[in-house]
């Protein structure tokens, strides 16, 4: 079975440009959520998606967006880039948010984001 | 604020060795305590969980124990190899699982 996919792999930018990172879950998950990694840390909460809607939201600002598609896949925008946006994007899916174990989060292989 | 605070940032030890990360949280609302392994390039990987319900869990070489009272747990790697080197990180949930809180990481090195 296909683990969580994202798209691309990496990927280089100007500041003031805007971004569009993809992410395919888990055949039959329907909850995607998404994290900022920046190097050395741990990843840092954004959004999760569960059922077309908003589940979660993380503390970033509002140049941050995302949506889940009715496939359950997922996208995350982001305007205005900064330099400090520079980061490892991670995608996480699962089965059912609220569902006990069925809530574990699967990660996908992220998206190297480098905003110069 | 830094809602899970891990500890120490960076580990080596000899293979065979028994390493141990810890981990502490304040929000006595988290009830899903999980740890990642991560290694360069790829994304964390769920290694094993832990609920508040249980003190210790095993899979395989893999060990949590978990001091509710305390708000802290730990991982214990047994009989550590070379390719358990890799970058590992704790995590803490409430039981609506929307929102994941990660400490900050422990580079693990297993020497040969």
């Known amino acids: 079975d296909a683990g969580v996919t994202q798209s691309p792999t990496h990927l280089i930018k100007t500041r003031g440009q805007h971004v569009t990172l993809r992410c395919s879950p888990i055949s039959g998950h329907k909850s995607v959520s998404w994290y900022q990694q920046v190097l050395g840390q741990g990843p840092q909460f954004i959004f999760q998606?569960?059922?077309?809607?908003?589940?979660g939201r993380g503390n970033f600002p509002d140049r941050f967006s995302a949506r889940q598609f009715p496939n359950y896949s997922s996208e995350l925008n982001v305007n205005a880039l900064l330099l400090g946006d520079s980061a490892l994007y991670l995608c996480?899916?699962?089965?059912?948010?609220?569902?006990?174990?069925?809530?574990?989060?699967?990660f996908g292989p992220g998206t190297r984001l480098t905003v110069t | 604020q830094q809602q899970v605070k891990q500890s120490p940032q960076s580990l080596i030890v000899q293979k065979g060795g028994i390493p141990i990360i810890n981990c502490a949280y304040e929000?006595?609302?988290?009830?899903?305590f999980p740890w990642y392994q991560q290694f360069p390039g790829k994304g964390p990987a769920l290694l094993i969980a832990i609920r508040p319900d249980v003190s210790e869990k095993k899979e395989g070489r893999f060990t949590i124990s978990f001091n509710k009272s305390a708000k802290q747990f730990s991982l214990h790697i047994m009989d550590s190899q070379p390719g358990d080197s890799a970058t590992y990180f704790c995590a803490a949930s409430k039981h609506n699982f929307n929102k994941f809180y990660f400490g900050s990481g422990t580079k693990l090195n297993v020497k040969p």
């Open positions: 996480a899916s699962s089965l059912d948010p609220e569902g006990g174990l069925a809530g574990e989060q699967y």
């Open positions: 929000n006595t609302a988290f009830d899903y």
């Open positions: 998606y569960y059922e077309k809607e908003e589940r």
